[in-house]
């Protein structure tokens, strides 16, 4: 349920599902508009499969609302990538259920950390993240020396005293 009383409803989808794609556009165009261009990351479709990933869609009332994603890193961590809510679905709760549902099932597969990388271009992202605990990390993949870049991570084996949890709005 969301902060107004809405039911939404979380599924999985492939990541090159034509939903699953209209989202990621829909991310990818919010890249466009706050830094001039798209996510460099590559991604193959497959890393998102479980038991090594999942791409989660977000329905209220049927109406897509948001994603996000996980996939397992080499370094034996789960990263976020993809987390996006639709602009008429924002500030109701929806990032906070994404990113609870990704954490719980990347520690269900056995991930001990979540990394995510973000940028000062995205500070509702980063005000999210802090507030859920995360707390910087090195930097890695293609934009590990990108100065602008933000990265982030945090235990999904152990939980602070004083930290919120994530299901707590």
């Given at each position: ?14 990541y090159?599902?034509?939903?699953a794609?209209?989202?990621v ?9 706050r ?10 479709p ?12 977000v329905?209220v009332d049927?109406?897509?609302?948001g994603?996000?994603a996980?996939?397992?890193?080499p370094a ?8 996006y809510?639709?602009?008429?679905f924002r ?45 910087p ?6 934009y590990?020396c990108?100065?602008?870049a ?6 999904l ?13």
């Amino acid at each position: 349920m969301l902060r107004d009383g809405t039911v939404a409803t979380l599924r999985a989808l492939p990541y090159d599902d034509p939903l699953a794609q209209y989202l990621v556009e829909a991310v990818q165009q919010e890249y466009v508009q706050r830094y001039g261009g798209r996510d460099a990351s590559v991604v193959d479709p497959a890393e998102f499969l479980p038991p090594r990933g999942i791409f989660l869609v977000v329905e209220v009332d049927g109406v897509p609302a948001g994603c996000g994603a996980w996939r397992a890193l080499p370094a034996g961590v789960a990263e976020m990538k993809r987390v996006y809510v639709e602009p008429a679905f924002r500030r109701r709760g929806v990032a906070r259920l994404v990113v609870a549902a990704l954490e719980q099932g990347a520690a269900a597969a056995g991930y001990p950390q979540m990394v995510l990388n973000s940028g000062q271009e995205q500070p509702e992202a980063l005000r999210l993240y802090a507030g859920l605990g995360y707390r910087p990390v090195p930097g890695y993949g293609v934009y590990a020396c990108a100065p602008e870049a933000v990265f982030l991570g945090r235990s999904l084996t152990t939980r602070d005293e004083d930290e919120e949890p994530s299901w707590a709005s």
